[in-house]
Structure formats: structure tokens, C-alpha cells
């Protein structure tokens, strides 16, 4: 019998049988998008580029290399539409099934596909905070800023002085401390936790399994 089959019909007794289901997903949910994940052999981004040129150090120190690359690395992103796995999840949620999503993933994708209580761990894609005044504002700004204005770095147009930062968690950064603590609340008092896309390899996001089964799960 089909390995792919028997999976499905086990997720669906899981779901079946719970009274509260949490899904976590990481870069692997979305590749079917057109987004590449960060470790795969050959096609992984790191695999292509530099990985410090997102350590946050590296960052404030020259931030021009990474908005050199960044439009290229992010172009995926916004071109990408949600596949059948981020479209099947919003269905579970919108039918009960689902208490929400944890997610690794900065594309807003489950957002995109109807999902509405989703804790993004690594930040988004989809919005920017100046370096210096804190002004959020939607990423498309800082897309023109590269794309149409040639200005590397993009500066801010609140203050005319901070550096546009891409509002996903960069290496050396905490995680947002709401989002994780709402991800272990999460964890903590599902019966189901499923893990969809991720290689569990990024602490500490990759504690919230071990929180799901010491509370039952």
C-alpha cells in the first residue's frame, strides 16, 4: 500500500480522535511553492549563499552584501502562491480541526491560503522596521527602494537616517518573544502536534515538539 496513503490515513484518525490539533511547518511545506528550503544538497539557499550575509552582526556592520542578494534570494517569495499542503491546512482550521499553525517559515503563505491563527517564530517577509526610528512599514517599500530607486541600503522615510530591515529574524537575533511564547502555549496543551516541512534542526523552535509530548501530546 502506498506510503503516502497510509500517512493521510493516519493524520486523519489522529485528527479524528483529538480535541486539539497544532501543526508546525518549516521551509519544507513551501518548496512546492517555488521556494527553495535552506539545507537541501544543491538546491538549498545555503548551499548557494553566504549564510553569514544574515547574521545580524554581519548586518550592522555592512548591510549592503545582503541587499545586494536579497532581491534575488526573496524574489521566490513574492512571486509564490500557497500549495495544496498550506490550503488543506486553512480547511482544517476553518472546520474546527486545527487550532493554528507554528510556523518557521517569513512568506506569509498559510496567511495567504485563509489560515488566521498562525505564529510566524522567524518574523515575515512581508513588512520592514527601520534600523533607527522603529517605523514599520509594508515590504513593497523596501522593494521599490532596491528595485526602482537603486537605493542600497534603503533608508527610511520617516527619519531619513535608519537602514530598512526585512522584518524576519536574522542569525543572532532572538525570536520574537510573544510569537514563542504563544508557540509554547500552543505546544503545551494540544493532544496532536504535527510536524510538516522542517528538519527540527533550529533551536529554539525545535524544543516545541518535546513541550507537545511531555504535556500528552
Known sequence: MDMHYLMQELLETLIAGAKHVVAFTGAGISTESGIPDFRSPG????????????????????????????????????????????????????????????????????????????????????????????????????????????????????CHLGILKPDAVFFGEPLPEAAMEKATAMAGSCDVFIVLGSSLEVYPANRLPRVAMEHGA
Do not use: Y
Not at 545555503?46 to 549564510?51: I, S, V
Not at 489560515?115 to 517605523?135: A, D, I, Y
Not at 509594508?138 to 527610511?156: A, N
Open 43 to 158: 538546491s538549498g539557499l545555503w548551499e548557494k549563499h553566504d549564510p553569514s550575509l544574515m547574521n545580524i552582526d554581519v548586518f550592522n556592520a555592512d548591510p549592503v552584501p545582503f541587499f545586494e542578494l536579497a532581491m534575488e534570494i526573496a524574489t521566490p517569495v513574492f512571486s509564490a502562491k500557497p500549495n495544496p499542503a498550506h490550503v488543506a491546512l486553512a480547511k482544517l482550521e476553518a472546520a474546527g480541526k486545527l487550532d493554528g499553525i507554528i510556523t518557521q517559515n517569513v512568506d506569509g503563505l498559510h496567511q495567504h491560503a485563509g489560515s488566521k491563527n498562525v505564529v510566524e517564530l522567524h518574523g515575515s517577509l512581508r513588512s520592514c522596521t527601520c534600523m533607527r526610528c522603529k517605523s514599520i512599514v509594508p515590504i513593497d517599500v523596501l522593494r521599490r527602494k532596491i528595485l526602482i530607486d537603486g537605493q542600497i541600503p534603503p533608508i527610511c522615510d520617516e
